[in-house]
């Protein structure tokens, strides 16, 4: 059986973890991750500690498979979320968005793995240097808030694996087995696929926010909100207002107020498409269907091997 | 031998392409590039007709391999550009920004394979319908002048794949074999790069800038010039200028008279770092020396190899 420092690490079947996203990943999608052979994750980023709670004793009820919880570290909210997750025996967290310092010993010393997200090799030695067991890179091409840099994936991948000699998790862009073995191809060890799982049944996001999704093309997603925190968003009613705002120099505090609060829950989680912040990435132009989770762990395993079979036919170029 | 469609079509031991680029493709990179197994292009929009036959001649002398032209079709001397290709008897074209239809057919009953460069599997259709031989699809990742729609190579590539048949040449974020190999696993049968050859010896790129390049890191390019055409380019003096008048709504006029004549000759070609158009792609950050071409082609091909045969001893995934 295959496995490689990603599955030692997590205990998994396959090297591939489910991106936590807000109003998605549930422990309805995190379980069914879990139990066909990934790891699934929690998105403590739209969850009350008390919420987050429920979810994660739903999650052990429906798997005995390791699952873990993303968790944003600026979220206000982050002494419960941490709380709740010591309490309750998560055994990964994937934290993002914050200082990966200020968390990562007090986990790892009640035995929780952490990995953290980064969008540039400087992160990426940053979490290295505050003891994190892995590192998520994720690229320009993923879906909701991005690095400043724009990095995308396939400079991304191979600038981090030079700079650091922890595990690897690629990020941004993938959707397929393709995707995963060439990100393998870059230097990394694994992959994370938030859109893919973001847009299956056990998805917690309205039926409207997916139906909608599998029929975008290209471009149909942009990195939007610079002057906030830049954040991929599709093309809708809601993004032109933006987009009008910030084509005239609107400022920061203008945009706050255009923007509002919950923008990304009436939109993702109740499905008001035209006025809802509408997350997702690059990649959700090549997802055609909404399928059960273990349907696209199977079509993910069979596509990189078949495409690593390919491979193991091409020759060496003469040099 | 190894050899697939994009070594078959253009003749070439290795499916390598050396991108056509403003102030730095001449004939010293060209034929440097043909001559070390890859396919060199002149960069024809940086070119008078006049200047063009004069490097089509010495390339001729320099390499008795295959070599091309880059031709952007908006180019004001469009005419006379292809007037002297049709002349000198140049055997491929890769042309870009502009309507493929308007000059296939002419060049290839005149015997030349023609590719066109696209940004999206939209562009791509229209490519295939106006019978090119072959296409280059390029991400968001690459210098210089980029497409609107900002899809990154990770997510482009496995779309143009699915959209045509035609043989396909990935662009954007490779700088190494292990890119080409990964390119490969998205559907790719080839690669052009272009910031890796700019970067060489060869290239006339003025030494200021190579050796400015060569000491880049992760976001110290950017897509800039949004409202004129989207352009790659390093974060010196001029780009500040810009971001500023763009962050405070600026118009295309406001924008076209700031930037003036010639940003990229002074910059690229005359080593002006300050106030040149400065354009290089995302990948320059993982390029540190300035290499002869054929030290780079050497390695290019021994980390493809080394790569390749990494995989080979991967075990599939039980499925």
């Not at 929780?112 to 690229?139: M, P």
């Amino acid at each position: 059986m295959m496995t490689n420092k990603i599955t030692d690490l997590l205990k998994i079947k396959y090297p591939i973890i489910q991106g936590g996203m807000v109003w998605c990943s549930g422990w309805r999608l995190a379980s069914a991750v879990s139990n066909s052979g990934g790891l699934g994750l929690l998105g403590a980023g739209s969850m009350t500690p008390e919420l987050l709670r429920e979810h994660i004793q739903k999650c052990q009820a429906e798997t005995d498979q390791p699952f873990g919880v993303n968790v944003p570290l600026m979220y206000p909210e982050i002494e419960g979320i941490m709380q709740t997750i010591l309490d309750t025996g998560v055994k990964v967290v994937v934290s993002s968005a914050g200082n990966p310092k200020t968390w990562t010993k007090r986990l790892q010393d009640n035995g929780i793995t952490v990995i953290h997200v980064v969008s540039s090799s400087k992160f990426a030695r940053k979490a290295e240097e505050a003891g994190v067991d892995a590192i998520v890179a994720e690229g320009f091409e993923a879906g909701g808030h991005n690095g400043r840099e724009e990095t995308a994936t396939f400079a991304l991948i191979p600038l981090v694996r030079k700079a650091v000699s922890l595990p690897l998790i690629a990020a941004g862009g993938i959707a397929t087995g393709e995707g995963m073995l060439a990100a393998m191809c870059l230097g990394a060890d694994g992959v994370q696929m938030g859109t893919r799982f973001a847009l299956t049944e056990e998805s917690s996001a309205n039926r409207a926010f997916k139906e909608l999704c599998i029929r975008l093309n290209e471009g149909d997603t942009l990195l939007s909100l610079k002057k906030l925190s830049p954040t991929r968003l599709i093309k809708n009613e809601l993004f032109q207002q933006i987009q009008e705002a910030e084509d005239r120099g609107a400022d920061s505090a203008e945009l706050l107020a255009l923007l509002g609060k919950g923008r990304t829950r009436i939109g993702i989680f109740e499905g008001d498409l035209a006025n809802g912040e509408l997350e997702i990435g690059q990649i959700a132009a090549a997802v055609k269907s909404i399928e059960p989770v273990a349907t696209v762990m199977q079509q993910l395993i069979s596509e990189y091997n078949a495409r690593l079979s390919d491979l193991q036919s091409f020759h060496l170029f003469e040099e």
